[in-house]
Nanobody, 124 residues
């Protein structure tokens, strides 16, 4: 059974940092690219960041480039999202997801498994 479990969300002030973690089990972690997406009520799930299977390439939404960093620890089956200089517009539920290949990483519909999400709230 594939499980993705996010953690690390919370309530912070603008300018603060958070690190999200996503622990993965039930699949061969190194065979999957990983992505982070976020969603606010009434809106579609938006791409935030993605990392290829071997960690060699990363991709970011323009809105988070330079502030967020995605990384993975293949020994721990975990993917991280370091979020710095948080802004109120970053407020959302953040989801991690797995994808069997390294292409089309920006499109949420191509990901096969998802976590339950973790809430990030940034106050001004």
């Amino acid at each position: 059974q594939v499980q993705l479990v996010e953690s690390g969300g919370g309530l912070v002030q603008a300018g603060d940092s958070l690190r999200l973690s996503c622990a993965v089990s039930g699949l061969t972690f190194t065979a999957y690219a990983m992505g982070w997406f976020r969603q606010t009520p009434g809106k579609e799930r938006d791409f935030v960041a993605a990392i290829t299977r071997n960690g060699g390439r990363t991709y970011y939404a323009n809105s988070v480039k330079g502030r967020f960093t995605i990384s993975r620890d293949n020994a721990k089956n975990t993917v991280y999202l370091q979020m710095n200089d948080l802004r109120p517009e970053d407020t959302a539920v953040y989801y991690c997801a797995s994808k069997i290949s390294d292409n089309a990483l920006l499109v949420h519909t191509f990901y096969g498994s998802w976590g339950q999400g973790t809430q990030v709230t940034v106050s001004s």
